[in-house]
Protein backbone atom coordinates (compact mmCIF):
# COMPACT_ATOMS: atom_id res chain seq x y z
CA UNK A 1 0.00 0.00 0.00
CA UNK A 2 1.55 3.77 -1.16
CA UNK A 3 1.91 6.32 1.30
CA UNK A 4 -1.60 8.21 -0.74
CA UNK A 5 -3.62 4.82 0.14
CA UNK A 6 -2.16 4.72 3.49
CA UNK A 7 -3.40 8.59 4.40
CA UNK A 8 -6.71 8.40 2.63
CA UNK A 9 -7.56 5.25 4.65
CA UNK A 10 -6.93 6.90 7.92
CA UNK A 11 -8.53 10.09 6.82
CA UNK A 12 -11.41 7.96 6.11
CA UNK A 13 -11.46 6.21 9.48
CA UNK A 14 -11.69 9.53 11.12
CA UNK A 15 -14.99 10.59 13.28
CA UNK A 16 -15.16 14.14 12.13
CA UNK A 17 -18.52 14.63 13.90
CA UNK A 18 -17.27 13.17 16.93
CA UNK A 19 -14.34 15.61 16.74
CA UNK A 20 -15.66 18.87 15.87
CA UNK A 21 -18.27 18.19 18.97
CA UNK A 22 -14.68 17.33 20.92
CA UNK A 23 -13.51 20.46 19.55
CA UNK A 24 -16.73 22.61 20.38
CA UNK A 25 -17.54 20.96 24.01
CA UNK A 26 -13.36 21.71 24.85
CA UNK A 27 -14.12 25.64 23.90
CA UNK A 28 -17.55 25.57 25.26
CA UNK A 29 -15.96 23.97 29.10
CA UNK A 30 -13.27 26.70 28.97
CA UNK A 31 -14.95 29.56 28.04
CA UNK A 32 -17.86 28.55 31.28
CA UNK A 33 -15.76 27.52 33.49
CA UNK A 34 -13.02 30.03 33.11
CA UNK A 35 -15.03 33.26 32.57
CA UNK A 36 -17.53 31.52 35.12
CA UNK A 37 -15.04 31.39 37.53
CA UNK A 38 -13.26 34.87 37.81
CA UNK A 39 -16.75 36.41 37.09
CA UNK A 40 -17.96 35.16 40.54
CA UNK A 41 -15.14 36.34 41.92
CA UNK A 42 -15.66 39.89 40.39
CA UNK A 43 -19.35 39.78 41.55
CA UNK A 44 -18.30 39.30 44.96
CA UNK A 45 -15.91 41.77 44.92
CA UNK A 46 -18.57 44.33 43.56
CA UNK A 47 -21.36 43.33 46.05
CA UNK A 48 -18.71 43.52 49.01
CA UNK A 49 -17.06 47.73 47.47
CA UNK A 50 -20.70 48.49 46.43
CA UNK A 51 -23.69 46.80 47.91
CA UNK A 52 -23.12 45.73 51.59
CA UNK A 53 -21.42 47.21 54.15
CA UNK A 54 -21.79 44.99 56.78
CA UNK A 55 -19.56 41.07 56.32
CA UNK A 56 -23.17 39.35 57.06
CA UNK A 57 -25.18 40.90 54.79
CA UNK A 58 -23.20 39.12 51.86
CA UNK A 59 -21.15 36.28 54.05
CA UNK A 60 -24.10 33.72 52.47
CA UNK A 61 -23.24 34.91 48.74
CA UNK A 62 -19.76 34.50 49.51
CA UNK A 63 -19.92 30.57 50.23
CA UNK A 64 -22.63 30.25 47.19
CA UNK A 65 -19.94 31.29 45.23
CA UNK A 66 -17.12 29.35 46.75
CA UNK A 67 -19.66 26.71 46.15
CA UNK A 68 -20.02 26.93 42.70
CA UNK A 69 -16.55 27.62 42.25
CA UNK A 70 -16.05 24.01 43.58
CA UNK A 71 -18.89 23.05 41.12
CA UNK A 72 -16.88 24.54 38.04
CA UNK A 73 -13.45 22.44 38.86
CA UNK A 74 -15.64 19.14 38.63
CA UNK A 75 -17.18 20.23 35.72
CA UNK A 76 -14.67 20.71 33.44
CA UNK A 77 -12.71 17.32 34.79
CA UNK A 78 -16.24 16.00 33.94
CA UNK A 79 -16.24 17.01 30.91
CA UNK A 80 -12.91 16.68 29.36
CA UNK A 81 -13.23 12.88 29.92
CA UNK A 82 -16.54 12.57 28.80
CA UNK A 83 -15.54 14.21 25.59
CA UNK A 84 -12.34 11.65 25.28
CA UNK A 85 -14.43 8.83 25.70
CA UNK A 86 -16.86 10.00 23.25
CA UNK A 87 -14.35 10.90 20.86
CA UNK A 88 -12.96 7.18 21.31
CA UNK A 89 -16.27 5.71 21.13
CA UNK A 90 -16.68 7.54 17.52
CA UNK A 91 -13.44 6.05 16.33
CA UNK A 92 -14.26 2.50 17.25
CA UNK A 93 -17.22 2.85 14.90
CA UNK A 94 -15.53 4.12 11.78
CA UNK A 95 -14.05 2.22 8.88
CA UNK A 96 -10.12 2.34 10.39
CA UNK A 97 -11.28 -0.39 13.14
CA UNK A 98 -12.29 -2.52 10.22
CA UNK A 99 -9.43 -2.22 8.13
CA UNK A 100 -7.37 -2.22 11.04
CA UNK A 101 -8.61 -5.71 12.93
CA UNK A 102 -10.07 -7.20 10.11
CA UNK A 103 -14.23 -8.12 9.17
CA UNK A 104 -15.94 -6.14 12.15
CA UNK A 105 -18.06 -7.77 14.52
CA UNK A 106 -20.82 -5.93 16.87
CA UNK A 107 -20.68 -7.27 20.18
CA UNK A 108 -23.82 -7.07 22.59
CA UNK A 109 -21.60 -5.44 24.94
CA UNK A 110 -20.64 -2.85 22.14
CA UNK A 111 -24.29 -2.02 21.32
CA UNK A 112 -25.05 -2.04 24.86
CA UNK A 113 -22.63 0.74 25.36
CA UNK A 114 -23.17 2.57 22.43
CA UNK A 115 -26.46 3.15 23.82
CA UNK A 116 -25.60 3.78 27.49
CA UNK A 117 -23.75 6.34 25.49
CA UNK A 118 -26.96 8.32 23.75
CA UNK A 119 -28.99 7.84 27.30
CA UNK A 120 -26.19 9.88 29.01
CA UNK A 121 -25.56 12.21 26.24
CA UNK A 122 -29.18 13.21 26.41
CA UNK A 123 -30.01 13.56 29.67
CA UNK A 124 -26.61 15.62 29.72
CA UNK A 125 -27.67 18.44 27.08
CA UNK A 126 -31.10 18.36 28.85
CA UNK A 127 -29.41 19.55 31.99
CA UNK A 128 -26.92 21.37 30.43
CA UNK A 129 -30.09 23.26 28.44
CA UNK A 130 -30.95 24.33 32.21
CA UNK A 131 -27.17 25.76 32.92
CA UNK A 132 -27.95 27.38 29.65
CA UNK A 133 -31.42 29.06 30.83
CA UNK A 134 -29.57 29.90 34.52
CA UNK A 135 -26.34 31.48 32.90
CA UNK A 136 -28.50 33.93 31.62
CA UNK A 137 -29.62 35.38 34.77
CA UNK A 138 -26.06 37.24 35.73
CA UNK A 139 -26.12 38.36 32.02
CA UNK A 140 -29.96 40.24 32.10
CA UNK A 141 -28.83 41.32 35.69
CA UNK A 142 -25.87 43.23 34.60
CA UNK A 143 -28.31 44.24 31.13
CA UNK A 144 -30.33 46.01 33.25
CA UNK A 145 -27.53 47.65 35.22
CA UNK A 146 -25.78 49.18 32.30
CA UNK A 147 -29.22 50.06 30.45
CA UNK A 148 -30.25 52.33 33.81
CA UNK A 149 -26.55 53.46 34.24
CA UNK A 150 -26.94 54.66 30.39
CA UNK A 151 -30.37 56.28 31.13
CA UNK A 152 -28.64 58.60 34.17
CA UNK A 153 -25.62 59.17 31.84
CA UNK A 154 -28.77 61.11 29.68
CA UNK A 155 -30.80 62.41 32.33
CA UNK A 156 -27.81 64.20 34.10
CA UNK A 157 -29.52 67.60 33.48
CA UNK A 158 -32.48 66.85 35.75
CA UNK A 159 -30.83 65.64 39.29
CA UNK A 160 -33.83 65.03 40.81
CA UNK A 161 -35.17 62.48 38.86
CA UNK A 162 -31.68 60.52 39.02
CA UNK A 163 -31.67 59.93 42.60
CA UNK A 164 -35.15 57.50 41.49
CA UNK A 165 -32.99 55.30 39.68
CA UNK A 166 -31.72 52.34 41.30
CA UNK A 167 -30.35 49.02 41.01
CA UNK A 168 -31.32 46.62 44.28
CA UNK A 169 -29.16 43.61 44.53
CA UNK A 170 -31.46 42.41 46.71
CA UNK A 171 -34.29 41.90 44.31
CA UNK A 172 -32.22 39.44 42.85
CA UNK A 173 -31.81 37.72 45.93
CA UNK A 174 -28.39 38.36 45.92
CA UNK A 175 -28.47 40.14 49.35
CA UNK A 176 -31.06 39.57 52.14
CA UNK A 177 -33.66 42.45 52.40
CA UNK A 178 -31.90 44.01 55.80
CA UNK A 179 -28.61 44.50 54.24
CA UNK A 180 -27.60 48.26 53.96
CA UNK A 181 -27.26 50.01 51.60
CA UNK A 182 -28.13 46.94 49.20
CA UNK A 183 -28.57 49.23 46.01
CA UNK A 184 -26.55 52.01 44.17
CA UNK A 185 -29.06 55.17 43.03
CA UNK A 186 -28.05 57.88 40.73
CA UNK A 187 -24.41 59.28 40.06
CA UNK A 188 -23.14 56.75 42.94
CA UNK A 189 -24.68 54.02 40.25
CA UNK A 190 -23.41 55.58 37.18
CA UNK A 191 -19.91 55.81 38.81
CA UNK A 192 -20.38 51.90 39.65
CA UNK A 193 -21.01 51.23 36.22
CA UNK A 194 -17.65 53.10 34.94
CA UNK A 195 -14.92 51.04 36.89
CA UNK A 196 -13.08 48.65 35.30
CA UNK A 197 -14.31 45.87 37.36
CA UNK A 198 -17.85 46.42 36.41
CA UNK A 199 -16.60 46.12 32.91
CA UNK A 200 -14.75 43.12 32.98
CA UNK A 201 -17.46 41.02 35.04
CA UNK A 202 -20.34 42.13 32.49
CA UNK A 203 -17.53 40.87 29.91
CA UNK A 204 -16.98 37.59 31.83
CA UNK A 205 -20.52 36.67 32.05
CA UNK A 206 -21.15 37.31 28.47
CA UNK A 207 -18.33 34.89 27.35
CA UNK A 208 -19.11 32.32 30.17
CA UNK A 209 -23.22 32.27 28.46
CA UNK A 210 -21.39 31.87 24.85
CA UNK A 211 -19.10 29.07 26.38
CA UNK A 212 -22.60 27.13 27.68
CA UNK A 213 -24.30 27.83 24.16
CA UNK A 214 -21.25 26.48 22.74
CA UNK A 215 -21.06 23.34 25.04
CA UNK A 216 -24.67 22.54 24.60
CA UNK A 217 -24.51 22.76 20.74
CA UNK A 218 -21.50 20.27 21.36
CA UNK A 219 -23.64 18.08 23.31
CA UNK A 220 -26.45 18.10 20.85
CA UNK A 221 -24.08 16.93 18.45
CA UNK A 222 -22.76 14.54 20.22
CA UNK A 223 -26.49 13.20 20.70
CA UNK A 224 -26.98 12.77 16.96
CA UNK A 225 -23.72 11.39 16.50
CA UNK A 226 -23.82 8.85 19.14
CA UNK A 227 -27.09 7.70 17.95
CA UNK A 228 -25.81 7.49 14.17
CA UNK A 229 -23.01 5.15 15.32
CA UNK A 230 -25.58 2.86 17.65
CA UNK A 231 -27.83 2.58 14.47
CA UNK A 232 -24.29 1.92 12.08
CA UNK A 233 -22.30 -0.49 14.72
CA UNK A 234 -25.83 -2.32 14.27
CA UNK A 235 -25.31 -2.15 10.84
CA UNK A 236 -21.62 -3.09 11.03
CA UNK A 237 -22.68 -6.46 12.57
CA UNK A 238 -24.57 -7.74 9.61
CA UNK A 239 -22.39 -6.23 6.92
CA UNK A 240 -19.47 -5.39 8.06
CA UNK A 241 -19.42 -1.70 6.55
CA UNK A 242 -17.72 1.38 8.65
CA UNK A 243 -19.01 4.37 9.65
CA UNK A 244 -18.55 8.01 9.41
CA UNK A 245 -19.65 9.96 11.99
Not at 36 to 55: C, S
Not at 137 to 159: K, Q, R, S
Request: aromatic share 16%; hydrophobic share 45%; with cysteine.
Amino acid sequence: MGCYECCMRCLGGVPYCSLVATLLCFSGIALFCGCGHQALTETERLIETYFARNLQDYITLAYIIQYFQYVIYGLASFFFLYCIVLLAEGFYTTSAAKQTFGEFRSTMCGRCLSSTFIVVTYILAMLWLLVFALSALPVYFFYNMDATCHTIDVLTETPASINQLCVDARQYGLLPWNAVPGKACGMTLSTVCKTREYRVTFDLYIAAFAGAGITLLALLTYTVSTTYNFAVLRYLGRKGIGARC
